[in-house]
């Protein structure tokens, strides 16, 4: 089993950054990339970042040039540093723990509780 706890989200103004944090803790010795998903209100879950064992990273496209996914292998947490945030990147942001194919990050069984991030004047 992998428990995945994520934090750092909050409301934000346009324009404006945040940092989310996500805690690996468990069975972490079966993981070899992360991600982060989110799911806005009436929408379905979507992908935003991963990163494999590697440090390789993924984005969709819409965040690419300012999202930043990083993490640290001895905190076993992995980061989505948000920057130039906007209205539609309110969301819940969900941490995932998966495998890496190649360079490419695959999701995993394994989700966090979310966090909610709110990008509003």
């Known amino acids: 089993q992998v428990q995945l706890v994520e934090s750092g989200g909050g409301l934000v103004q346009p324009g404006g950054s945040l940092r989310l944090s996500c805690a690996a803790s468990?069975?972490?010795?079966?993981?070899?990339?992360m991600g982060w998903h989110r799911q806005a209100p009436g929408k379905q879950r979507e992908f935003v970042a991963g990163?494999?064992?590697?440090?390789?990273?993924n984005y969709v496209d819409s965040v690419k040039g300012r999202f930043t996914i990083s993490r640290d292998n001895a905190k076993n947490t992995v980061y989505l540093q948000m920057n130039s945030l906007k209205p539609e990147d309110t969301a819940v942001y969900y941490c995932?723990?998966?495998?890496?194919?190649?360079?490419?990050?695959?999701?995993?069984?394994?989700w966090g509780r979310g966090t909610q991030v709110t990008v509003s004047s």
């Open positions: 995932n723990a998966g495998r890496g194919l190649g360079a490419v990050y695959i999701p995993g069984d394994y």
């Open positions: 990163i494999t064992s590697g440090f390789r990273t």
């Open positions: 468990g069975s972490i010795f079966s993981i070899n990339a």
